[in-house]
């Protein structure tokens, strides 16, 4: 057993037992204007992100590794840093600072700046970091990716009526329309399950929470920006919305695990078949899950939220916690 693992997770699996039972989530999403981001992000790294380190002379956030990453190392990770961007834009409405809007236009040319572009896959970002426990060692595409640079990129179009903003966010969308074996992000569209990728492995890997992070990117290019302005787009990021809630409601049963919800259903060979999602992921989910109800109206959606509310007792944590020990050992990371 390599004791300093052990440790890291049991102190994390401690932080998760006391997550806070109440996530921040905005309800108001009429068409138009964006706002507030789904979920509330506040600046405060201990409640944004515990593994953002520092901020670089920019002020771009940068993460420490994970454990089971040797040697450790500080590196740009984006999901992180759309985070934090949301989060200075949260700030900026509530309080007006010029400050924080021009840092969070800095964190938008960070994702102008450090795209990836190619005619048959679009605008996309890799990030540089492995991933051991799908067996990932080599940069990686992410839907998760995608759709946060979106959600950062059509907020800076609106706020400054910059197109080059607007031209990224619209090529961002093309990765969602590919099969991961085609360099895009999705799996499972052959048989009608859409569902987007927030780690592109070699095998479909269908993280829960990062499938409806997707959804919110696209979920915001559609709201944005209007088929006055950019036809093809609006109808490709609808169409890819309505597309990954579709997949979304038909694979939610096969993530019940009868008192508790999987974090993801994994292909990669080796890979636990009972990887339950922590406390505060299932909370997580079950927000995703209201929020995305709220503007599609499908019920699914609600029963599967208010079963994560009814799972959520002391007797299925000690169950999920038993679940999920086991799993850390299998990936080695205790």
């Not at 990932?136 to 009526?161: D, E, H, M, N, Y």
């Not at 509310?309 to 944590?317: K, S, V």
């Amino acid at each position: 057993m390599n004791i300093k693992k052990s440790m890291f997770m049991l102190r994390k699996l401690l932080r998760d037992f006391n997550a806070n039972r109440r996530v921040i989530v905005n309800m108001n999403t009429p068409p138009g204007k964006l706002g507030y981001y789904y979920i509330k992000f506040e600046e405060k790294r201990s409640k944004l992100n515990r593994l953002i380190h520092s901020l670089d002379e920019e002020g771009i956030p940068l993460n420490t590794t994970y454990i089971d990453v040797t040697p450790p190392r500080l590196h740009y990770y984006p999901i992180s840093i759309g985070q934090y961007g949301l989060a200075l834009f949260h700030s900026w409405i509530e309080t007006g600072n010029v400050d924080k809007r021009e840092h969070f236009l800095r964190v938008a040319d960070w994702f102008a700046r450090n795209k990836r572009e190619e005619k048959e896959q679009g605008v996309y970002w890799l990030t540089d970091v492995p991933k051991p426990e799908f067996g990932v060692f080599t940069p990686w595409k992410s839907a998760f990716v995608q759709g946060r640079g979106i959600s950062i990129l059509t907020r800076a179009w609106q706020l400054t009526g910059n197109d080059n903003y607007l031209h990224l966010a619209t090529s961002a969308l093309l990765p969602f329309t590919k099969d991961i074996s085609e360099g895009g992000v999705s799996v499972d569209r052959t048989a009608g399950e859409t569902f987007y990728e927030e780690y592109v492995a070699t095998a479909p890997t269908r993280v829960l929470d990062g499938h409806a992070f997707s959804l919110f990117g696209l979920l915001d290019y559609a709201r944005a920006v209007p088929d006055t302005i950019c036809p093809e787009g609006h109808r490709l990021a609808r169409g890819l919305f309505d597309e990954g809630i579709e997949g979304l409601i038909r694979q939610l049963p096969r993530f019940d695990l009868g008192f508790w919800l999987r974090f993801n259903r994994c292909d990669i060979p080796g890979y636990p078949k009972n990887d339950p999602c922590t406390i505060g992921y299932l909370r997580l989910v079950r927000w995703q899950l209201i929020v995305l109800h709220h503007v599609t109206g499908r019920e699914e959606l609600l029963h599967f939220a208010r079963k994560c509310e009814h799972y959520d007792t002391f007797p299925n944590i000690l169950k999920m916690y038993y679940l999920k020990l086991r799993a850390l050992k299998k990936l080695d990371r205790l």
